[in-house]
């Protein structure tokens, strides 16, 4: 409306440098404005309020919407069925909760159930989801149809929409692709890499090492002329962070150099022992005359750190790490029992078990590992993720009592759910740690707490006087969320 | 009483208390629980020696609880209600016991005792007296008023943002002085407006000469109609005896809660419900102001209907109104839509034609649609008329998502160019958006 827009000016400027006139208001005004603009009895400043408000009250009553033929392609029909009412209600709950695993467990339940929320939840699980970008996925799935129509319109949640992998690697935000990078190296590490092939030379530097670090999941001999080429990168992070996914893969030019190496310098040698009666078999460790310079390069110090080490001892400590436990087997003609029993045995092996175990832990030898954890006498904490879930279990519950916190710093990075034995071990151990095993443990941890072990949290109760109280409020806090886990588990199986 | 979890949730003081209120939503937490016509009641074993008693009036929706908490209602209170919603198998149905007897005598008794407290002879002389010191010192407030105002146009409002609230804060102290508190109020909205913004010249000036509009109209009160002189004296901060006004007949009928709005300032809250009779397709606004640590008046819920007689505070445009009586309703009513936006203009048309300084009020509008225009989100009738959403309205993804892009039956609150969608309509239901 022109006449409001006059007002504004004027009222901007003041009416000591601007007024308005009868002229400029509308016809329909005319038979008022005079009435106002010839009042002797008021001010200037009274008249232009006056014939404001009349303006206001004008502009009020003659408003009426603008038409306009805008429109929004609506929402496509559902193809899945909305999830139970019971569901519905333990998600609710869950959010309130703000726990991160719960959301995963429930949304995983509500994926394998091929349902999907309600649509007013469906914002929420969508910011979520960019809050947690490993949820993404299950969060697409779930809020089937109108959570990709609401990723079409908030460019933040478009990770919900229909694109196919390949499609999202090619368009998609930076996290996008590593996060779908990431799934496809699980499941097709060949095609993750003819993925970071293809795009190689349009990535920067950061990204390179980002994208190689994705693929350091899953590596094998097939990754090794790919990431030999890239020796003549220019970034020095690209090329370390390549050298390190090499020194994983077995076969790959700088493990043959360092098998080579060992080779010539870890002989058996058999020694007399008892006066000349017996023999025994030794570990002798010595390094060959005029080693290359530029095989220090590679990351392998030259002079030794540690005092119980002597260089050439050090040296091929370092290079043992990087070499497959595999490798002993087939130089000295033994299998792995022979083997550990010989490093144990002998003054020069004992030195090197450690590296032994690093090579275990890095080429992820589960035969070794299990050989290894049955005969060591020493326990080698890093071994126990090598172990399946049963080995796990019997080692973690042996050795316990031991080493509690170690045994529940690995118990923490399982997937499966902690058989009762070892969680009753746990929550003992934490009640009488409350200040370590705290509520924030509880809630990170509560996918792996199993549901049975409602009825065993008071059998947890520690004896000292002091704990219990606290252990009482943590006791329930453990209740709330494993209910939690029970109404999720019952509202998708009825 | 049938209340949806979402309901009993919006009861809740804040979001810890549905927290624990859930958490409370456990038949094992409860040592007894029981139901009557009347009341619902249980025992919570909290940290104490003995269990806290909890007990609920479901016929206004009242709580009491013997537990500490400053909050109300408490976590035990939502927690029993909750689980009661949850399954009413969980409750026993029997008499209440002595200990909620005696708190619904009591409620009741609070009641009579008003009632007879309305009926004491007042000094009328003394009111007279008060009455006219307190007209001196509101014309006075005026007065300043009023050359403060002109001060700001004679000048120009173009410096205006550069004030700061220190400005506006000066203005409105003397207004409190004064005994003016809604024209304080008034004047506190000008520093609240965002001087970053487009359009803060029209904003700004809208309430300046709301303000003129009030202090002429109380100067000239004497040629205005009685009922406007009432919205003018209550715009300008004169109270009304609600006493007095529950004496008045009020309208019985069945209200839907549409939505509930809450504010807080220096720790007042205010809660502003907005309501719609299903029979008499009036629309109601009830206030409430909650002093922190203080107890409310009542518990309503966007969503529940109530069956209520309402009165009306004095008004050429009704809206305000208190609850005269109110009775526990199971009753799920109809409403009526208005067709389009057209017709939302011309009800607001004859409004500001009768009271150019109103304020905001609901509407129920039939088959609205957002959608998205100049980078803006909109709502569209079915002839393609367009009202742009509040600009800082927070649940337009959770209103996007209920809708999917189709149109859907809608209670808004606003006016002139500015909703705010309260809650839709969808397979029958009352869904509240917040």
């Known amino acids: ?494 | 009483m049938n209340l949806t979890e979402d309901q009993i949730l919006t009861l809740a003081p804040d979001e810890s208390s549905k927290k624990s209120g859930k958490d409370l939503a456990n038949p094992s937490k409860w040592v007894s629980r029981g139901a009557s016509e009347n009341a619902l009641w249980g025992e919570c074993q909290g940290s104490g020696s003995k269990p806290y008693q909890t007990q609920i009036d479901t016929a206004n929706i009242a709580f009491k609880c013997s537990c500490p908490s400053r909050k109300f209602p408490c976590k035990h209170g939502l927690g029993l209600l909750l689980l009661y919603a949850r399954d009413k198998k969980n409750f026993t149905v029997s008499a209440e016991p002595a200990w909620v007897t005696d708190w619904l005598a009591k409620r009741t008794e609070k009641q009579e005792k008003q009632a007879e407290k309305k009926s004491k002879p007042v000094d009328e002389a003394a009111q007279a007296k008060r009455q006219q010191s307190r007209q001196a010192k509101v014309s006075e407030g005026i007065d300043e008023l009023s050359s403060w105002l002109k001060d700001i146009i004679r000048n120009g409002i173009i410096s205006i943002p550069e004030k700061g609230a220190v400005f506006f804060e000066n203005m409105s102290r003397r207004l409190i002085d004064a005994q003016s508190p809604g024209l304080a109020g008034m004047v506190n909205s000008l520093a609240e407006i965002n001087y970053y913004t487009e359009g803060w010249p029209t904003r700004f000036m809208d309430q300046v000469l709301k303000i003129y509009m009030v202090i002429e109209g109380y100067r000239n009160s004497a040629d205005l109609e009685e009922s406007l002189q009432q919205d003018i004296k209550t715009r300008i901060g004169f109270t009304q005896n609600q006493d007095e006004l529950k004496e008045q007949p009020g309208i019985m009928d069945t209200w839907l809660i549409l939505g509930k709005q809450v504010t807080e300032t220096d720790n007042v809250t205010t809660e502003k419900f907005w309501l719609y009779g299903t029979s008499t397709d009036q629309y109601a606004l009830l206030l409430q102001f909650i002093i922190r640590g203080q107890g409310v008046q009542f518990n309503l819920t966007p969503g529940m209907f109530v069956q209520a007689e309402l009165v009306f505070f004095p008004s050429a445009i009704p809206l305000r109104a208190l609850i005269k009586r109110q009775v526990a309703t199971d009753e799920v009513s109809h409403f009526k839509t208005l067709d389009n936006w057209q017709s939302v203009a011309e009800i607001e048309t004859r409004l500001n034609s009768v009271v150019p300084f109103r304020t905001e009020r609901a509407f129920i509008v039939r088959q609205l649609t957002p959608v998205q225009y100049n980078q803006q989100w909109w709502l569209k009738d079915m002839e393609n008329n367009i009202v742009p959403l509040k600009t800082d309205y927070r649940h337009t993804w959770k209103l996007l998502a209920l809708s999917g892009g189709q149109p859907i039956d809608m209670a808004v609150v606003g006016m002139e160019d500015q909703f705010e969608p309260l809650g839709i309509w969808q397979d029958n239901a009352y869904k509240i958006i917040q």
Not at chain 1, 74 to 91: F, W
Not at chain 1, 373 to 401: C, G, R
Request: proline share 4%; net charge neutral.
């Open chain 1, 1 to 494: 409306m022109e006449i409001w827009n006059t007002i504004i000016n004027t009222a901007l400027m003041g009416t000591d440098k601007k007024q308005i006139s009868a002229s400029e208001l509308p016809a329909a005004l005319g038979e008022y404005a005079p009435l106002i603009l010839e009042n002797p009895a008021k001010d200037k400043e009274d008249k232009f309020l006056q014939l404001s408000a009349l303006l206001l009250n004008y502009r009020l009553c003659g408003s009426k919407p603008p038409r306009k033929e805008t429109s929004l392609a609506p929402a496509e029909a559902e193809q899945k069925s909305y999830c139970n009412e019971g569901g519905l209600e333990v998600l609710k709950d869950i959010l309130i909760e703000d726990n991160f695993h719960l959301l995963n467990f429930w949304l995983k339940h509500c994926t394998e159930k091929q349902v999907i929320v309600m649509p007013e939840l469906v914002p929420v699980l969508l910011a979520k989801a960019t809050e947690h970008k490993k949820l993404q996925y299950l969060v697409a799935d779930c809020c089937g149809k109108r959570g990709e129509w609401l990723g079409k319109l908030n460019t933040a949640w478009n990770f919900s929409s229909t694109q196919t992998g390949e499609e999202l690697w090619q368009t998609g935000s930076f996290e996008q692709r590593k996060e779908i990078l990431r799934q496809t190296r699980s499941i097709d590490p060949a095609k993750a890499r003819e993925w970071v092939q293809q795009t190689w030379s349009q990535e920067d530097a950061a990204s390179k090492t980002a994208l190689l670090e994705i693929l350091a999941d899953n590596s094998s001999s097939t990754d090794i002329p790919f990431l030999e080429s890239l020796d003549t990168e220019k970034g020095k992070k690209v090329k370390d962070m390549a050298n390190q996914l090499l020194k994983q893969i077995p076969g790959s030019a700088i493990i043959r150099l360092y098998e080579k190496l060992l080779s010539e310098s870890v002989q058996l040698k058999k020694e007399k022992a008892l006066l000349g009666m017996m023999s025994k078999t030794t570990l002798h460790c010595k390094l060959p005359e005029n080693i290359d310079d530029a095989f220090y390069k590679t990351g392998i110090d030259k002079l030794s750190n540690k005092k119980e080490l002597s260089d050439d001892e050090y040296v091929i400590s370092q290079v043992l790490e990087f070499v497959p436990p595999v490798f002993w087997e087939n130089r000295f003609q033994l299998n792995p029992e022979q083997i550990i029993d010989l490093f144990q045995k002998d003054a020069n092996g004992k030195k090197l078990i450690p590296a032994l175990v690093r090579a275990i832990t890095r080429f992820k030898d589960a035969r070794w590992a299990i050989r290894f954890m049955e005969q060591s006498q020493v326990f080698y904490i890093d071994i126990i993720p090598l172990l399946n879930d049963q080995q796990q279990e019997q080692f973690s519950n042996k050795l316990f009592d031991r080493y509690p916190d170690d045994i529940i710093q690995y118990a923490t990075r399982r997937k499966s759910e902690w058989s009762i034995e070892l969680a009753i071990k746990i929550l003992r151990h934490a009640a009488k740690n409350p200040y370590q095993y705290n509520r924030a443990f509880f809630s990170q941890h509560i996918h792996l707490l199993p549901v049975h072990m409602v009825g065993e949290l008071e059998r947890c109760t520690p004896p000292e006087e002091h704990f219990r109280s606290g252990w009482s409020n943590m006791s329930d806090y453990i209740m709330k969320l494993t209910s939690l886990k029970i109404q999720t588990i019952k509202a998708f199986t009825t």
